[in-house]
T-cell receptor
Framework: NAGVMQNPRHLVRRRGQEARLRCSPM?????VYWYRQLPEEGLKFMVY????????ESGMPKERFSAEFPKEGPSILRIQQVVRGDSAAYFC??????????????FGPGTRLTVL | RKEVEQDPGPFNVPEGATVAFNCTYS??????FFWYRQDCRKEPKLLMS???SGNEDGRFTAQLNRASQYISLLIRDSKLSDSATYLC????????????FGKGTKLSVKP
């Protein structure tokens, strides 16, 4: 059973370009979470999705950031017009059931975004 | 009080030492807690879950004090491979299940 998969592992973009990060949850998991970790900081929640639904996006910046989890395919975190402050590690996690504090979230290896 | 606050570290200890990390949380309604381990430039991995007063797994013991809103992690007989950053994690008090992470405490075990 493959773990959570994220790609690309490293992404370099110039200011103003778009960054697209992908996450495939563990088999059987239908709940996906995205977190961002700035250098020397803790992980910060961004968004929680189920298939075709955004459940909680309270941690998402109001502009330039969007997320989706279509019926088929991976979850996508999209950052438009990237700025240097977007440089961070973006981790995706999945769980078999959502909304439950008792469910372990399994993390993917992360995508390290560098904005030049 | 910050949502989740940890000892700043770093902790530099010799092999075989016992080391303890502390964590305080602000949401008194939290029912469960986690310690994750994160190696340099890697993803967090669950180390222990704490649902009642505490939990023990081999050399690792987690304790919870709800009255003081305080969680601790004790590592006995530390190994070189224990070197990592230890993250105190508390589920969001709402119903959505997202996690609130502390900044982490860095542990370095020396030979």
């Amino acid at each position: 059973n493959a773990g959570v998969m994220q790609n690309p592992r490293h992404l370099v973009r110039r200011r103003g370009q778009e960054a697209r990060l992908r996450c495939s949850p563990m088999k059987g998991h239908s709940h996906v979470y995205w977190y961002r970790q700035l250098p020397e900081e803790g992980l910060k929640f961004m968004v929680y999705l189920q298939k075709e639904n955004i459940i909680d996006e309270s941690g998402m910046p109001k502009e330039r950031f969007s997320a989706e989890f279509p019926k088929e395919g991976p979850s996508i975190l999209r950052i438009q017009q990237v700025v240097r402050g977007d440089s961070a590690a973006y981790f995706c996690a999945s769980s078999p059931k959502g909304g439950g504090a008792l469910d372990e979230q399994f993390f993917g290896p992360g995508t390290r975004l560098t904005v030049l | 009080r910050k949502e989740v606050e940890q000892d700043p570290g770093p902790f530099n200890v010799p092999e075989g030492a016992t080391v303890a990390f502390n964590c305080t949380y602000s949401n008194s309604a939290s029912q469960s807690f986690f310690w994750y381990r994160q190696d340099c430039r890697k993803e967090p991995k669950l180390l222990m879950s704490v649902y009642s007063s505490g939990n023990e797994d081999g050399r690792f013991t987690a304790q919870l004090n709800r009255a003081s809103q305080y969680i601790s992690l004790l590592i006995r007989d530390s190994k070189l491979s224990d070197s990592a950053t230890y993250l105190c994690v508390v589920p969001n008090g709402g119903s959505q299940g997202n996690l609130i992470f502390g900044k982490g405490t860095k542990l370095s075990v020396k030979p």
